[in-house]
T-cell receptor, first 116, second 112 residues
Framework: DAGVIQSPRHEVTEMGQEVTLRCKPISGHDYLFWYRQTMMRGLELLIYFNNNVPIDDSGMPEDRFSAKMPNASFSTLKIQPSEPRDSAVYFC??????????????FGPGTRLTVL | QKEVEQDPGPLSVPEGAIVSLNCTYSNSAFQYFMWYRQYSRKGPELLMYTYSSGNKEDGRFTAQVDKSSKYISLFIRDSQPSDSATYLCAMSATGGYNKLIFGAGTRLAVHP
């Protein structure tokens, strides 16, 4: 199993530009999570999906952030327009209901976003 | 006040030392307690998991949960340079599928 795949690994963009982050969860997993990690705020949950349906988006900071999961093997997190304060590492994680007993989430390698 | 509090460190110890990492929490509904390890420029990975109270041991690692004090600990015996990483505690309530609440993470450096 390849694990959770994220792309790009690094993204540098200018303020005001649109940024799209991509995630492929582990095959067969039915939960998908998007997190943001910064030194100041730690690891924050932005949104999570169950069977491709958004369940809780209360962590999405502003309307500039949106996430979609068109099918079980692909999700995107979009920031439009981007701002310097969006600079962070964005992680995607997936989980399987049968593993609900221990709530383990499998994380991808992250996308390091820098907004100039 | 955050639901989960964790001292960010950094913590620096010599090789072979016993390391104690801790988190406190305020939500009495938390029943699932986890420790994730995150190496530099990598995603977090699950290290230890405990349901409800008690201790759990796995090799050099021991996780403890004291629900009466709302306090969890991770002990690392005979620490190795390869243990140098950030350790994040994470918790979740029972009932349905609830999101994990992460601590800030403690940076640990083990020196040879």
């Amino acid at each position: 199993d390849a694990g959770v795949i994220q792309s790009p690994r690094h993204e540098v963009t200018e303020m005001g530009q649109e940024v799209t982050l991509r995630c492929k969860p582990i095959s067969g997993h039915d939960y998908l999570f998007w997190y943001r990690q910064t030194m100041m705020r730690g690891l924050e949950l932005l949104i999570y999906f169950n069977n491709n349906v958004p369940i809780d988006d209360s962590g999405m900071p502003e309307d500039r952030f949106s996430a979609k999961m068109p099918n079980a093997s692909f999700s995107t997190l979009k920031i439009q327009p981007s701002e310097p304060r969006d600079s962070a590492v964005y992680f995607c994680a997936s989980s399987l209901t049968r593993r609900e007993v221990n709530r383990e989430q499998f994380f991808g390698p992250g996308t390091r976003l820098t907004v100039l | 006040q955050k639901e989960v509090e964790q001292d960010p460190g950094p913590l620096s110890v010599p090789e072979g030392a016993i390391v104690s990492l801790n988190c406190t929490y305020s939500n009495s509904a938390f029943q699932y307690f986890m420790w994730y390890r995150q190496y530099s420029r990598k995603g977090p990975e699950l290290l230890m998991y405990t349901y409800s109270s008690g201790n759990k041991e796995d090799g050099r690692f021991t996780a403890q949960v004291d629900k009466s004090s709302k306090y969890i600990s991770l002990f690392i015996r005979d620490s190795q340079p390869s243990d140098s990483a950030t350790y994040l505690c994470a918790m979740s309530a029972t009932g349905g599928y609830n999101k994990l609440i992460f601590g800030a993470g403690t940076r640990l450096a083990v020196h040879p």
